[in-house]
């Protein structure tokens, strides 16, 4: 291989299958999702109901992965819904969803910075009595993404794994520790239908899968993986298995750990977490739950980082963005300038937040999550139709189930999500503010550059990896 072609590729072979599974779940932040979406389930979506749902969820997110999965084996590429897309849809529709891709999790990627600086903040004030501004925590957050992710996907590997390992801990004592007190708590009526349907059915459905959001992440990871055709799969099916198992246990015991769970939801959602294993594990929980979710937004920021900084070099390898942008470490081979201007992004995002004195739990998170909610159900849905496409033009092998049936009901099933997003965007968002409501047209105006720039960028063919 010649020194400039090593200039323009990840290294191969640096990521584990153990890895890939670590780096997706640290970006659905399990914590955080059981703190926030699945709290907003129990209190205003399906009440109690809200773990039958997780297991339909679940059903679905099976049958997007049966195409997904086979679409991995013969696609691999850093730009994963770029390539995947493009494979069935055609080059215009891939650098559409493409640029899409690069905006949300972009956002997400400062979003989960600007987390780490609010809870860190919060937790140094209470517990400590420091008062150290929020943004300069999120500065320096942002920093230490760059600084991972400078070093390779193996550093961040290391941290989730430890992040990863306390969550998973917390969670699990506290659940074991519901059974154990409150047995009789543990009905199977919250998987009756009256109760998964009986409330607000579509609202639980979309915070459910906005739960699981980002565990197909595996595929970004394709080129620097260890026999990624085989891999990917793997790291993607265990990694939705892993979360809906533990999904479906905690939110059964909290559940079971109040008399009324969904009055307690809907009195605070935001706190309900905090207060059930307080309850459950002592007054200990309190301080070691507030640096536990800063943690776990940091190892969020980690991998949204990873996965932008990957979006941006594939697009540029491929003629979308500056050709400058695909350029690697000539020793470490991470895609270090792509990078690097991910980081400036976060700058951009947080310095305006601070200096106008903004809330960012007011303000900026509602902006993340409609702008990430309808950007990642928009790829699913794409990259389902994709594969049926593919499948009927003879371009993929696989059965019929996984790549004609499956990702045909995923597809419906998707859009169906989408749609209910957005009928719902103010109570997902949180904020009914015009701004706020007009921001997802941002995801319009990427992917409309994203389809021009297919006709007029010129291709610089770059082999796969397997």
């Keep these: 291989m010649t020194p400039d072609g090593n200039h323009h590729r990840l290294r191969a072979n640096a990521v584990g299958i153990f890895d890939m599974i670590l780096m997706v779940i640290a970006v659905t932040a399990p914590l955080t999702a059981v703190a926030s979406n699945l709290s907003l389930s129990l209190a205003f979506g399906a009440g109690t109901g809200t773990v039958g ?10 049958v997007f992965s ?15 819904y770029f390539a995947y897309i493009g494979f069935g849809l055609g080059r215009r529709m891939g650098g559409a969803s493409a640029l899409v891709a690069t905006l949300a999790y972009n956002v997400a990627a400062a979003g989960m910075c600007v987390a780490v600086g609010y809870f860190g903040h919060a937790g140094l004030s209470a517990y400590l009595g420091v008062d150290v501004p929020w943004w300069v925590i999120a500065l320096v957050a942002v920093a230490a993404t760059w600084v991972v992710g400078y070093f390779g996907v193996t550093i961040a590997g290391k941290v989730n794994v430890f992040v990863a390992v306390t969550e998973f801990a917390v969670l699990l004592a506290f659940a074991i520790a519901v059974l154990v007190r409150r047995p009789g708590g543990f009905s199977f009526d919250v998987l009756a239908p009256g109760s998964v349907f009986g409330g607000n059915f579509g609202l639980a459905v979309v915070f459910c899968i906005l739960s699981f959001a980002g565990y197909e992440a595996a595929a970004i990871y394709g080129e620097e993986a260890r026999s990624a055709r085989r891999n990917v799969g793997r790291a993607t099916y265990s990694a939705l298995i892993v979360l809906a198992v533990t999904f479906v246990f905690v939110m059964w015991a909290i559940a079971a750990a109040f008399p009324d769970a969904v009055a307690t939801a809907q009195a605070d959602p935001g706190a309900l977490l905090v207060s059930a294993i307080t309850a459950y594990l002592g007054g200990w929980a309190g301080p070691v739950l507030s640096l536990m979710i800063t943690f776990s937004f940091f190892a969020a920021a980690l991998s949204f980082h990873a996965i932008a900084s990957r979006y941006m070099f594939s697009l540029a390898r491929d003629g979308f963005l500056p050709r400058s942008l695909s350029r690697v470490h000539h020793r470490r081979q991470t895609p270090v300038s792509a990078g690097t201007v991910q980081l400036v992004v976060c700058v951009l995002v947080v310095v305006p937040f601070a200096a106008a004195g903004a809330d960012p739990i007011a303000t900026f998170f509602p902006a993340v999550s409609g702008i990430t909610a309808l950007a990642i159900i928009y790829l699913m849905a794409a990259c389902s139709a994709s594969i049926v496409t593919a499948a009927a033009r003879g371009r993929i092998s696989g059965s019929t189930w996984a790549v004609r049936v499956a990702p045909s009901i995923a597809c419906v099933a998707l859009v169906s999500c989408g749609v209910v997003i957005v009928a719902h965007h103010t109570e997902i968002t949180g904020s009914d503010s015009p701004v706020i409501s007009a921001l997802p047209l941002s995801l319009v105006v990427a992917a409309a550059y994203g389809w021009l720039a297919a006709r007029t960028r010129t291709v610089t063919e770059e082999p796969a990896l397997a």
């Design 53 to 62: 749902v997780l297991v339909l969820v679940l059903a679905i997110l099976l």
């Design 66 to 80: 049966a195409g997904y999965v086979a679409l991995s084996r013969q696609v691999v590429n850093a730009g994963a």
